[in-house]
Structures are given as C-alpha cells and as structure tokens.
C-alpha cells in the first residue's frame, strides 16, 4: 500500500504564535505522527493549503478535488480543518475507485491533549481497510460522508440518525 496524504491546514497543523498571541497553520504535523508510531509502509504528505476550514473557498475545494482525482494512489488521507470537512467530502462525491477518508482534530496535534493522534490512526486504518467511497475518521467512528455533522456543543463528530435516535450515556 502508498497512502496519500494532503494537508489542507485547520486545527490539527496549527502552531500558537506567541509573538501575536494567536494561532497559526504550521507545517503538517502528520509526517511526524507517523514517525512515531512506526508506520510500515509507504507515504507522501502534500500540503495543499494552510487555511482554518472556515476560510476554505470553493476554489480551494476544486484543488482539493483535482489533486485527489490525479493522484495515482487508491488510498488517501485528507486532514482538514473540522468546521467545513462535511463540505469538503461533499465536493468530493463522484471520484470513483479511491477510497478518501477525511480527518481532522478538536484539539492542535502539539496540545498534550489533542485527538490528532488517534484520529489520524483512525483514517490511516479506516484508508487500509474499507472499500472504495468517501468517509469522515473523527470522534473514534468511521462515518460515511454525507450521514454526518459536528456537534460543536459536545465536541465531536456524529451521525444525522444520531438526531433521531440518541444515544444513552
């Protein structure tokens, strides 16, 4: 397997810059998640933007859609900022016989406390081992895009049933 990364900037790269007391998008941090957990097998990491999601155009979406739609790998991984990665995966609808998994993190991969980590695990395995389609890896769950919102008020990721039918702590 050659999995594909391509960064698209949002929580999981962004750095504190304390000389203005903000936050900025760094470099893409998921080389070095990577690293650590001593991948086995081969990957590159594109960084195609270094933009908050909220800030992403549609512009920005149609590079997104270009360069996963010329990339000559099957198995792709794209972080991306969790305010607009439902729209994301949706102007991805309709690139055929690759399997997308979109991620992303609450929390930036540089906080002890991130979920950086573990969700790009998540999409890493979700990319190995699902069929061909589109799907969101946040919150410890596998959704397909389209069946799925952020629910900013509980801080994760969720499915539209989930609406219909909560689920008991």
């Known amino acids: ?24 998008i760094g470099d893409p941090v998921a080389p070095g998640i990577l690293e650590e957990g001593r991948v086995d097998f081969r990957y590159d990491v594109e960084s195609l933007l270094k933009k908050d999601s909220l800030e992403l155009t549609d512009d920005d979406r149609a590079l997104i859609r270009a360069r996963v739609a010329a990339c000559p790998h099957r198995h792709i991984v794209i972080t991306h900022g969790t305010d607009t990665m439902t729209e994301t995966a ?9 399997i997308i998994v979109l991620t ?5 991969a540089r906080f002890r406390n991130s979920d950086a ?5 998540l999409a890493v395995g979700a990319a190995q081992s699902l069929p061909a389609g589109i799907y969101i890896a946040m919150s410890g769950r596998i959704f397909e895009a389209g069946s799925v919102r952020k629910n900013r008020a509980a801080g994760r990721f969720e499915t539209l049933a989930d609406d219909r039918h909560p689920e008991t702590p």
Do not use: C, E, W
């Not at 949706?90 to 690759?98: E, K, M, S, T």
């Open 104 to 108: 992303g993190a609450m929390q930036p």
């Open 1 to 24: 397997m050659h999995l594909q990364i391509f960064a698209t900037g949002g929580t999981l790269d962004k750095v504190y810059h304390d000389a203005l007391s903000d936050y900025r």
């Open 90 to 98: 949706a102007a991805l609808a309709g690139i055929a016989d690759r």
């Open 117 to 121: 980590a573990f969700n790009l695990g």
